[in-house]
């Protein structure tokens, strides 16, 4: 979920502050800066310039009507609050129902242009950010959309959503209404330059709605919004459809001319991965991502891809692809040593894996930010250094002298060299192999684990790497449970090992801190799920932040890549730097896909029905 990000201000309070006198040179020198605008570039200038009609990857001729089908691979849903941590939301609730300050393009690094606030306004160096709510914004009801309804959702975010909220908007020390359509957000210092992005990403609640509702609980109520969709019927844990706002205020804005193209929007569950794509096949939904390489390779054939009924497509894309890997609960005895965690990396043979089970499709990740310019190889540059150079003594040596560099076998499936390795640093680490058990010098007690799943797909994928570790003694165990007890245990940090992606973007920011941040480690509901607290990695968080500019965004980011590689937090796995789509070919799409891959709400139904 990347919620967040934007700047703004407000010109009455500009006036009754220059009515009051308090006009000092600095602060008329701010003033004078602060000009109102439609878009705000993290770097930069904004690409789409004022008075743009439409992105450029989307058809904004597309035709408006008739209903897609999709599907959601999960055992049951029961809330329609994604905003806080109780119960298991249903898929797109936070998507479809909800409208942002403003509205992020997908071809550019990170730029948000006004959606609910027409104009985004903020001193030079980005001290504090004015909004400027469209006086036609308006809610489902037709209520108009107004700051006390940001102020509303920011207190009731920070108060009762998820702990991550909290670390998103910590530099907020103030937000206010200055004006009939203005409100205005102070921050603790000038040193976040993201942050009036991230609060553009704030998606607006209605007060006079959650009034009479407990915004802190989960539920089935269907809840009011201000996006281009609502729920028009659910069958829980089943399916979910969202129906289209005919009058939504916002269907002309430039920033959604082309988009919101169906008219209704259908979400079928399916508990089963296999026989969610048998149902794709037989037509029961529309449109579907691909992301086991087997069934790709062997799966999508048939009459209906031969005639073109089904398409198969592979799109390339530019973003980071995140990491995606083995996670370490360092919280646990077994794995506060990164020896142990960097021994165990050795069993797992990507190269067999990806030959046997992937049919070659995939690429090892060995960054965080890995198919992306933020990503770290290599030995460190020169800048990299100076910074780096600042934590000698608090980060291993091996950072200076030694490229990062992740096991490799020759995919044969023999890994004795590597297993000799991981021994080795098993017994640095105080570990010995007794009665074929590897067990604790100290304690006696074996090396033993779990490794949480939710999908069964993933066993095939799992078992060689248990296999390895028993060749080490080491016993790990799969455990395969409900979706819902899934995420609770996740939430809770209650796990040993689970397989999960760290998702990146091109701007990585104040996400950052609920990543790897010491504090949301130790607070659940958090991303930290490996456990990371390391004072060095909390500081480069900040550094990240308080970037200057892309060069030095650049250069702080891969520090920390650096530094989180070399902490062995998780055993990086794979990835795809394409997306693989099949879709029914009533389905069209725009000739231009952005940089961030397919987006299915700029496509459309060829021949729409009216339903």
Known sequence: MDFMKSKIIVKSFLSLLLISSLSTPTFAALTAEATPQHAVAMHGEAKYKPGFTHFDYVNPDAPKGGTVRRAVVSNSYDSFNPFVLKGVPAVGVGQYLYDTLTKRSNDEAFSQYGLIAEKIEMPEDRSWVVFHINPKARFQDGHPILPEDVIFTFNSLITHGAPMYKAYYADVTEVKQTGEYQVRFNFKNKENRELPLILGELPVLPKHYWGN????????????????????????????????????????????????????????????????????????????????????????????????????????????????????????????????????????????????????????????????????????????????????????????????????????????????????????????????????????????????????????????????????????????????????????????????????????????RYYWLTSSGKTPGNRNYAGVSDPVVDQLVDMIIEAPDRESLITRTHVLDRILLRGYYVIPQWHLPKDRIAYWKKLGHPAVFPDSGVDLSTWWLKEPKSN
């Open 213 to 512: 509702h407990d915004f802190s609980k989960s539920g089935l109520d269907k809840p009011l919004g201000s996006g281009p969709y609502k729920i028009d019927s659910f069958d829980t844990g089943r399916s979910i459809t969202f129906k289209r706002i005919e009058n939504y205020w916002a269907q002309d804005l430039p920033v959604n001319k082309g988009q919101n193209n169906f008219n209704k929007i259908v979400f079928e569950y399916y508990g089963d991965n296999t026989i969610a794509l048998e149902a794709f096949k037989a037509g029961e939904y529309d449109f579907r991502r691909e992301n086991t390489a087997k069934d790709w390779a062997t799966a999508y054939k048939g009459s209906k891809f031969d005639n073109g009924t089904i398409i198969k497509e592979e799109v390339k894309h530019q973003r980071p692809v995140g990491m995606q890997g083995f996670v370490f609960n360092t919280r646990r005895d077994n794995f506060k040593d990164p020896k142990v965690r960097e021994a165990l990396a050795y069993a797992f043979d990507f190269e067999w894996t990806n030959k046997q089970l992937f049919f070659g499709q995939y690429k090892r990740t060995s960054s965080y930010f890995d198919n992306s310019e933020l990503s770290s190889s290599g030995l460190p540059s020169k800048a990299e250094l100076e910074l780096l150079n600042q934590f000698k003594g608090q980060i291993p040596d091996r950072i200076f002298t030694e490229a990062f560099k992740m096991p490799t076998t020759n995919g044969s499936g023999k890994l004795r060299k590597n297993l000799r390795t991981a021994l080795k640093l098993l017994k640095e680490a105080g570990w010995s192999i007794k009665n074929k058990e590897l067990v604790n010098d100290l304690t006696g007690k074996p090396l033993t684990f779990e490794i949480l799943l939710a999908q069964k797909n993933f066993e095939r994928i799992i078992h060689p790497f248990t296999k390895n570790l028993e060749k080490l003694g080491i016993k790990a165990e799969i455990r395969l449970v409900d979706s819902t007890q899934y995420i609770d245990r996740i939430r809770k940090y209650n796990f040993d090992m689970f397989i999960s992606t760290i998702a990146q973007s091109n701007s990585p920011g104040n996400e950052q």
